[in-house]
């Protein structure tokens, strides 16, 4: 089985800019949460969802959003980029809404802003 | 803000050597998980230990966690290069069900 999917793998982008960012869930999970790690530092918890619902938001800003589709997909959208917006973005699935069980990550999309 | 914290920073050993790499967090929790991280990529779950949990095994891997002090230590014996990687413990809060507190990660490193 195909274990979580991101795409794009890198993308560089210009302060000011918008970015979508995509990832398919393993078969089967229905949790995806999308995390910020910047480099030397441990991942920054974003958003959750579950079945199509936002769950949990973190402490991010408004220019911060996210959708689940249907299929479970998600794309984590980010408006008026900063330079410090440049990090890895981390998806992971889970078989359920709550933490109580694994999160399975996918590569990550490193974004990086100019 | 981070609520684990992830000592020492950094190791370097030999190999056959065994590490340890301790984590501290600051509220209750449910559970406690480490990940392993190579070269800035996706992580990858190793272990999950419940609040009411003491030790738990897994194949060259064992975990503790100390709620008294708020602690988890995490034992990779006979290290092989194979292991050269960063270490994340994150811990999910009895208040909130739905997001993980990562601390800033042990960077291993194991010399052939």
């Known amino acids: 089985d195909a274990g979580v999917t991101q795409s794009p793998t890198h993308l560089i982008k210009t302060r000011g800019q918008q970015v979508t960012l995509r990832c398919s869930p393993i078969?089967?999970?229905?949790?995806v949460s999308w995390y910020q790690q910047v480099l030397g530092q441990g991942p920054q918890f974003i958003f959750q969802?579950?079945?199509?619902?936002?769950?949990g938001r973190g402490n991010f800003p408004d220019r911060f959003s996210a959708r689940q589709f249907p299929n479970y997909s998600s794309e984590l959208n980010v408006n008026a980029l900063l330079l410090g917006d440049s990090a890895l973005y981390l998806c992971?699935?889970?078989?359920?809404?709550?933490?109580?069980?694994?999160?399975?990550f996918g590569p990550g999309t490193r974004l990086t802003v100019l | 803000s981070q609520q684990g914290e992830e000592d020492p920073q950094a190791l370097s050993i030999q190999e056959g050597e065994n590490a340890t790499m301790n984590c501290s967090y600051k509220?209750?929790?449910?559970?406690l998980q480490w990940y392993r991280q190579n070269s800035g990529r996706g992580l990858v779950h190793l272990i999950l230990?419940?609040?009411n949990e003491r030790e738990k095994h897994s194949g060259r891997l064992r975990v503790t966690l100390d709620t008294s002090k708020k602690s988890s230590s995490l034992l990779i014996t006979a290290s092989r290069a194979a292991d050269t990687a960063s270490y994340f413990c994150?811990?999910?809060?009895?208040?909130?069900?739905?997001?993980?507190?990562w601390g800033a990660g042990t960077k291993l490193i194991i010399k052939p």
């Open positions: 994150a811990t999910a809060g009895l208040d909130s069900n739905y997001q993980l507190i």
């Open positions: 230990i419940r609040s």
């Open positions: 992971a699935s889970s078989s359920l809404a709550i933490t109580s069980n694994e999160q399975f």
């Open positions: 969802y579950y079945e199509k619902e936002e769950r």
């Open positions: 509220t209750s929790i449910n559970n």
């Open positions: 078969s089967g999970h229905k949790s």
